[in-house]
């Protein structure tokens, strides 16, 4: 190794209340280096990261940490020698503070929540500045301009001024970016830096991060799960599970030739396209058919104004799309561009204007109308955790459509469909007893998202509104519900409108896509035509971003 | 109390052992990974199949304070509503000339046993008793021979008079039993506090799940409905009402219970604007279920927690309430067996200390139980605690 080492971790142990989080791990960074951490929840990268810096509360950790960027003197350095190398696991909370931010700093994942809300931005790098450098106040806001100007930011000078919920989600990240760097540490520790932006600014902060290490020279620990991310960026990889490090190596290495099962599962998890390409006919009825649909949300006018009228939001402006049995329409955006806000009004959750026609009728106030409807139209949501009632059992859950839409079957003959529903999904007895008495709390994302999709075929529709159905879930999880929906759509001709910011569950899974942006369909298509030769330049950026 | 007793229901020891995950029981479904089997199975030790309601319980019955108050509470209660049997002036059962008299239930006149008046018998009456316990006659009385009214015609002190072998607790201003007082004073301040905040309860969740589940201008009109309401001076209302009706309990729960439901009603509507809009109502919606259905079924079980929670604060405020407008003179009618009343003497005759300090250790013991089991149950309640 030409570079000098700058961290080894020995032997390094994390447990809460008994249970160990991380057993036992073996890793190093050279000066300059970046390491990529790559594990799915769970696996104990985050709480590795966080115990280097000591701030996992409640934890009992053993092992060595030597790391040898120790700027300034610390005050009880257990080595005479002076020569700025210091186990980080055996120092004292008062070195740690002075270590934190100055040698070793940290990015979060969720710039919103990791920046204070009561102060401006600049104030915030000015006061770490303050801190950690002894800086003047005006020396300090300077240099924090000019930080967040090295970061990208258009206009630092005013930005410094504005409060975080004033900048959008890349400044954000941005600025906390700057704010980590401020004391130009040897070691940046940058935890899932990117999973909560949009697709369309993960590989400028990726960009930004890069040109910033290498003008630094500083090494980075990037935790991540995005293997795309990782192929990007690190020089190494290490891969953990169940908390340990079950592989690393250099990261074109690995990827061309993974070791360990589990990383050869994790490179093996990108969806699949199993679906049947043409399943039916243009002559047929279309199961949805949408003309110009207008979506918007009144919001309040500020001043007198308001008090007599409402403002409105357009959410989604003009969508006109049509599906057929048995395919998947896919839409696709960024966070805000309204293709929730879409799934909400097809399942007639929020009204809308224009044609919608699903199954041949249209939402209306009459009820016997709306209940066909909603026997044929149904749902999966995004979040499994909130998805199913907490203090409802399995049974009731998934039977509940039968009451509402069936309530002439008797118990004996519901319980004999929710038993049939859950194996449709593969959930049995045999691998959970009891489980039609369970309650949520006891079942994993996956299974959560399995037993919303029991619930959702329980009424047979014919439609199936898929809001992020996987986006909750860990890579190979994933792969696994994305099967089994191939599987069912295959099996009874289903029809899906799958909402989704990620375009690898539009390549396995969509026939058709409409790509949205802030309200505006932009493009739509067969899935080859949008993918293969995208026309506007944002759907080009979105399929760059994955290829 | 609602909750009290739904949650008690669900004591039977739970059947976990037969559902419990197979050993080294990663649900295979989904190819976990072992670190979150490994965490459920930690879990599923103790809550494998318990409703969270039922895992709440448990976890109440782990805090050691709060669950041996609840039992302590519960069995005063219990005490307190068999008072006849415990403290009375009619004794239980009596052998008079070969026949046997249940004087607790029916009322003998004198003449009965050998009196001269065809008036109702009092029992403490030496003479009576001579003619009871002589020859083959016997006669059981309640532990403590004295109803709530009984005046000690035949006390060797003047009232109040100071403990004593016939009064333990000694008697009030009146010469009535302080025991048998407090039992009945008891009894009558738990009921009370439960009926009040039973009605709070309902109103509170009905109103409170109104304007949350509906919002918008529902919501909006409640809102302003109950700052009205809620700015009306209770205290002058009691007051004025006093004066006009003759005081009664009914009319006390009904003007306390007017206003009881406010605070809980703001709570609930918190948690109904908050479920309403999770995923799992939604589905419910998409699966066409009716607004009520989607409040009863999905809501509303979900929205209890604040509800359950404050049930021992609002007895206990409800209790204190009751106190200090007896203390005051608003309270229940005269006669009525009640400890703001029995306080009220105290202070009157301040150097009767065995009035004060026996009501004041009587009533702080309640709401001390009441709280240490409203704070087990926040603590048990508590979603940050969940998993402990």
């Known amino acids: 190794m030409s570079a000098p080492k700058l961290l080894d971790v020995k032997g390094l142990r994390v447990s809460f209340a008994g249970k160990e989080v991380v057993r036992g791990i073996d890793f190093s960074l050279a000066a300059g280096e970046k390491l990529a951490l790559v594990g799915e929840s769970g696996s104990g990268k985050t709480v590795t990261a966080l115990s280097l810096l000591g701030l996992v509360q409640g934890a009992q950790t053993s092992g060595r940490a030597v790391f040898w960027g120790v700027q300034d003197k610390l005050n009880d350095l257990n080595n005479a020698q002076g020569d700025a190398q210091a186990d980080l696991l055996a120092l004292s909370e008062r070195d740690l503070r002075a270590v934190r931010g100055r040698d070793i700093a940290m990015i979060f994942q969720e710039p919103m929540t990791a920046l204070n809300p009561l102060f401006s931005v600049g104030n915030q790098i000015a006061e770490v500045l303050q801190l950690k450098e002894g800086l003047s106040p005006t020396q300090a806001h300077q240099a924090a301009v000019a930080l967040l100007a090295d970061t990208g930011i258009a206009e630092a000078e005013r930005r410094s001024h504005s409060f975080p919920h ?45 040109a910033l290490q290498q003008k630094n020279g500083m090494a980075v620990l990037l935790i991540t799960h995005d293997l795309n991310l990782v192929r990007r960026f690190a020089d190494r990889i290490a891969v953990m599970e169940n908390g340990f490090i079950v592989e690393q190596g250099r990261v074109a290495e690995v990827f061309a030739n993974p070791q360990h099962p589990y990383t050869r599962k994790l490179m093996d998890s990108r969806p699949v396209r199993d679906v049947t390409e ?17 979506v918007s949300y009144p919001v309040p006018i500020s001043g007198f104004r308001g008090w007599f009228k409402k403002g409105e939001f357009v959410a989604v402006k003009s969508a006109s799309f049509s599906l057929f049995k048995g395919r998947t329409l896919g839409v696709i955006g960024e966070s805000g561009s309204g293709k929730s806000t879409l799934a909400l009004a097809v399942l007639g959750l ?132 994305l099967e089994l929906l191939q599987r069912l759509q295959r099996e009874r001709g289903l029809s899906y409108l799958l909402i989704t910011h990620d375009v690898d569950v539009i390549r396995a899974m969509a026939h058709d896509v409409l790509v949205m942006q802030a309200g505006e369909v932009l493009e739509s298509g067969t899935v080859d035509a949008v993918l293969l030769s995208p026309k506007h330049p944002y759907t080009q950026l979105l399929v760059r971003q994955t290829s | 109390m609602s909750g009290w007793t739904r ?41 494998l199949s318990l409703s969270p309601s039922r895992r709440a319980w448990q976890r109440f019955r782990r805090n050691r304070l709060g669950f041996s108050s609840l039992v302590l509470f519960c069995a005063l209660v219990l005490v307190s509503l068999l008072a006849e049997v415990v403290s009375n002036d009619r004794p239980l ?122 919002g918008g201008k529902v919501d909006l009109a409640f809102q302003r409905f109950m700052e009205v309401w809620g700015s009306m001076p209770e205290l002058y209302l009691l007051i004025i009402f006093s004066a006009v009706f003759a005081p ?71 209790i204190l309430a009751l106190t200090s407008l007896d203390f005051l003179g608003l309270g229940v009618p005269p006669g009525t067996p009640s400890l703001g009343e029995l306080l009220s003497q105290g202070k009157n005759n301040i150097d009767a200390w065995w009035i004060s300090l026996s009501t004041f250790t009587v009533l702080v013991t309640t709401l001390l139980l009441l709280t240490f089991m409203g704070d087990a149950l926040r603590d048990a309640l508590d979603p940050r605690k969940a998993d402990r």
């Open chain 1, 166 to 210: 004033q900048l959008s989600g890349g400044q954000r990240q941005r600025a906390m970016i700057a704010m980590a760097l401020a004391c130009q540490p040897q070691l940046l520790l940058a935890d899932e830096p990117t999973t909560a932006l949009d697709v369309s600014l993960r590989s400028q902060i990726l960009d930004l991060l890069s």
């Open chain 2, 93 to 214: 059962l009596l052998k008079y000339e070969g026949n046997y008299y249940f004087p607790i239930v029916t009322v003998y006149p004198e003449k009965t046993f050998g009196g001269d008046f065809e008036t109702a018998t009092d029992y403490l009456d030496p003479f009576i008793r001579n003619k009871l316990s002589g020859g083959s006659n016997w006669v059981i009385y309640a532990p403590n021979p004295y109803g709530p009214k009984t005046l000690n015609y035949f006390a060797k002190e003047p009232n109040p008079s100071r403990p004593t072998r016939a009064n333990l607790l000694g008697t009030d201003d009146r010469g009535r039993d302080l025991l048998a007082q407090l039992i009945y004073g008891f009894r009558v301040s738990v009921l009370f506090a439960l009926a009040l905040t039973l009605t709070g309860v309902v109103l509170g969740v009905l109103s409170g799940a109104l304007q949350g589940y509906f």
């Open chain 2, 248 to 318: 009664s309990i009914a009319l006390l729960l009904v003007l306390l219970s007017l206003f009881g439901w406010l605070g809980l009603s703001d709570y609930v509507r918190a948690e109904f604007l908050r479920n309403r809009q999770l995923d799992y109502v939604r589905a419910a919606r998409a699966m066409g279920l009716s607004p009520w259905q989607i409040i009863i079924r999905h809501v509303l079980p979900n929205s209890m927690t604040p509800v359950v929670t404050f049930l021992p604060f609002r007895m206990s405020a409800a």
């Open chain 1, 350 to 481: 929020h009204p809308s204007q224009g044609a919608l026609q699903l199954a041949g009728k249209t939402w209306s106030r009459d009820a016997t109308n709306n209940k066909a409807i909603r026997r044929a139209v149904q749902v999966v949501f995004q979040d499994p955790f909130s998805s199913l009632s907490p203090r409802m059992t399995i049974e009731e859950i998934v039977g509940e459509g039968l009451r509402v839409h069936q309530p002439e079957l008797s118990v004996e003959q519901r319980h004999q469909r929710v038993v049939k529903a859950l194996e449709d999904v593969g959930m049995t007895e045999t691998q959970f007893p009891r489980l039609l008495q369970r309650y949520p709390h006891e079942f994993s994302g996956g299974q959560r998202q399995r037993i919303a999709i029991a619930r959702a075929l329980m009424v047979e529709p014919d439609l199936l509104v898929l809001d992020e159905p996987t986006s909750a879930l860990d890579v190979t999880v994933q792969k696994q519900v």
């Open chain 2, 7 to 47: 949650v008690s229901n669900l004591n039977n020891p739970p059947d976990a052992a037969s559902g419990r995950l197979p050993p080294g029981g990663a649900p295979a479904a989904d190819g976990l990974s072992p670190i979150r089997a490994g965490t459920r199975e930690e879990g599923a030790a103790v809550s």
């Open chain 1, 278 to 294: 043409a399943f039916s006919s243009a002559a047929s009825a279309p199961v949805m058919q949408s003309q110009n649909l207008r």
